[in-house]
């Protein structure tokens, strides 16, 4: 079992940054693939980024290429999400989420955090 926990959600202007956190418990956390999602007002849960157990690949929806960067310290258990020149389209609730592989889709992940708001403003 592997509870997740998101944290660094905020309100931000557009073109400025912000860093969320998703903490892991658990030893099994570094076996884990980790995604990033989010589910924008009306709309259903949609990709992010991903990254696979040891980090060294990564994955964005074209969306958020080039501003978004996801990384992970397995030591800490846990997963980041680096968002810079946000938009105000960039505003959602965003979910951390641990599977078996860095996946775009949300079958092929088993546990969920609970999710942390993201506001842009313009």
């Known amino acids: 079992q592997v509870l997740l926990v998101e944290s660094g959600g905020g309100l931000v202007q557009a073109g400025g940054s912000l860093r969320v956190s998703c903490a892991g418990s658990g030893r099994t956390f570094s076996s884990y693939a980790m995604g990033w999602f989010r589910q924008l007002p009306g709309k259903e849960r949609e990709f992010v980024a991903a990254?696979?157990?040891?980090?060294?690949?990564?994955y964005y929806a074209d969306s958020v290429k080039g501003r978004f960067t996801i990384s992970r310290d397995n030591a800490k258990n846990t997963v980041y999400l680096q968002m810079n020149s946000l938009k105000p389209e960039d505003t959602a609730v965003y979910y951390c989420a641990a599977g078996s592989i860095a996946a775009n889709t949300r079958n092929w992940y088993n546990y969920w955090g609970q999710g942390t708001q993201v506001t842009v403003s313009s």
């Open positions: 990254i696979n157990w040891s980090g060294s690949s990564t």
